[in-house]
């Protein structure tokens, strides 16, 4: 039994956090070679964080080497620093190669996750019924690769800045030595106190950032929506290129182009004012950082306590360290997106864990909505079916049907009386009403809708979908499509196109009942599915469905009168209000 509209445990869906998105890859069967990675980008970070730290004394030999003129230093001095310079150049290149080999995977695992997810149990089609989020494509082929990748990044980042912050803590602590100040009038040594400049500069210049930079996070957020919107307009104009052509609706398209980028320009102006605002606060924050430590160092360095090499040693140590203590700052452009990011995938996944949530509070299925039962039996039944529109309002009321093996339904009804809507709460697509459904566990069904999806590929994948083009042999499909009189196209079966765009709608109708002949199902409703064909063609597939289909029912949702011969039993669909309710009635022609 399923009941479409079960309400899930709500509360739990809040609980998505950026942890719960970052956790399962690093637990997950690839978790070996994902640590294996890590650990060893990790080790090399260490490593170039400790020939930097060495390249720090070889700065204070250099400079007093330099200063003392000693011309016998200076050779070992240069040889020393090619092979560390060497070191390095070989530990980051590929410090930066396993990164993005551990990036990507994360990326490909994360893609798998959330396409099964995306796609299993019908959630995608739930979304885009509901309008429950927007552009569930952009979350998949670009937030999760950010995601992936800034995560990894930030993580590593932030790991190599800590311990660059220890290292030239220490040097800073050592070699600064303590500075002697009056306070009020009583001489005070301050112990290691260029550190705790760095530490003070650094703090004031984050909380600074923070405050003047703070609105991008969401400003980010709905950029990264606009776009994806604009993104998707463009698209659906090109699929639509022919029809905006004959409508000669370029114009309008234009400006409604131009108005989705409109929202871009607004969203991109509001960036550009807080980055300004920023950007003055970090180019003074690093204008001052180069000649802040020499300054703040300089009353020992005139009153001889420390050498020249010492003191660009500890200029170049104070630089280190507020620099990682600065991470915050100079990572905030990169932190917003991230936030942004996460916070997008969050309401994703928060949304693919419950579809249903929209549902179950809906007006319509409040009081339990359409119950869809899968029984051991051979026929389909409803009971006390009321169809509605998820704000509640009802479409119409269905007088209770038995569909049983090999008969035939005619569905009948005025243009919005819910037809359609009827077909798919028999497919367990529309939980919006009341009563319910029994239907066959193992009969195997197919609806058919006016426009038959194509899938990009071979002409015969799209003649066996949703089954594999192997599952059919060639011959079945040149026969279903002889005798759909598609015989023009047998010798390009395995031509990959797009091919919705090559076929006349007529013959995409004729493509999607060969289908129906192939597959064989037990039920096929067929929804405006020969609407596009002449009546003689339109009566030869009817002719061909009830002959090769004999135990299968068919249900057909028409306008058609002459479609009635084939058909013995009647489903009249009202609209609420204008009659009582739905009833049923002998085909009449
Ligand atoms: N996802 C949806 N959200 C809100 N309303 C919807 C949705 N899908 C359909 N409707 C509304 O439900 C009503 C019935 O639609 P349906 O497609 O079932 O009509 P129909 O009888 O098949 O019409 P036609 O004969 O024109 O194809 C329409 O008014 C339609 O706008």
Known sequence: MSNLSSAPASGQADRVTAWSLIRPYWVSEERRTAWGLLITI????????????????????????????????????????????????????????LRQMLGFRWRQW??????????????????????????????????????????????????????????????????????????????????????????????????????VGHPLVSINYQL??????????????????????????????????????????????????????????????????????IVVASPRYFAGLLSFGTLMQI????????????????????????RATVNRLREFKRVMQHPHLKESVSPATEHGGINLHYVDESQLSTHKLTLALPNGETLTSVRDIVVKPGSRWLVRGPSGSGKSTLLRALAGLWPFGEGSIDAPVNARMMFIPQQSYLPVGTLKAGLTY??????????????????CRLEGYVDRLHESHQWWRILSPGEQQRLAVARVLMHKPDYVFLDEAT??????????????????????????????????????????????????????RPPST
Request: hydrophobic share 45%.
């Open 315 to 338: 200029a170049d140590a104070f630089g280190s360290v507020s620099e990682s203590l600065s991470w915050f700052i100079n990572n905030y452009d990169t932190l917003v997106q991230w």
């Open 110 to 211: 994360l893609t798998t996750r959330y396409m099964q997810e995306w796609l299993g149990d019908g959630t995608f089609y739930r979304i885009e019924r509901d309008r429950l989020t927007d552009n569930p494509d952009q979350r998949i082929a670009v937030d999760l690769e950010s995601f992936a990748n800034t995560t990894l990044s930030l993580t590593l980042d932030l790991l190599s800045t800590l311990e660059t912050l220890i290292w030239f803590s220490t040097v800073l602590w050592s070699t600064a030595g303590a500075l002697a100040v009056m306070i009020g009038g009583t001489p005070v040594q301050i112990p290691g106190y260029m550190l705790w400049a760095a530490i003070v500069y650094a703090i004031a210049g984050s909380l600074l950032t923070n405050k």
């Open 224 to 293: 990264q929506r606009v776009e994806a919107d604009f993104r998707f307009g463009l698209i659906r104009l090109r699929e639509n290129a022919e029809q905006i052509a004959f409508y000669d609706g370029m114009r309008t398209e234009e400006s409604t182009a131009q108005d989705l980028f409109g929202r871009i320009r607004e969203n991109w102006w509001r960036v550009m004012k807080y980055t300004r605002r920023y950007s003055f606060v970090l180019n003074f924050y690093g204008q001052i950082a180069d000649i802040f430590p």
């Open 466 to 483: 949703p089954a594999a083009a192997t599952d059919f042999s060639d011959e079945e499909c040149c026969e279903a499509l002889r005798v």
């Open 42 to 97: 990790i080790v090399m970070d260490l490593l170039l964080v400790g020939i930097n730290a060495r390249l720090n004394t070889w700065n204070r030999d250099f400079y007093n080497a330099l200063e003392g003129r000693n011309v016998r230093e200076f050779p070992q001095l240069m040889l020393f620093f090619s092979a560390l310079a060497f070191a390095f150049v070989g530990i980051s290149v590929y410090n930066r190669y």
């Open 531 to 584: 609407s596009a064909l002449d009546t003689e063609n339109e009566a030869h597939l009817y002719r061909l469905l009830t002959e090769r289909l004999p135990k299968g029912a068919i249900v057909s949702v028409t306008h058609r009168k002459p479609l009635a011969q084939f058909h013995q039993e009647t489903l009249d669909i009202a609209r609420a209000g204008e009659h009582a309710v739905a009833y049923t």
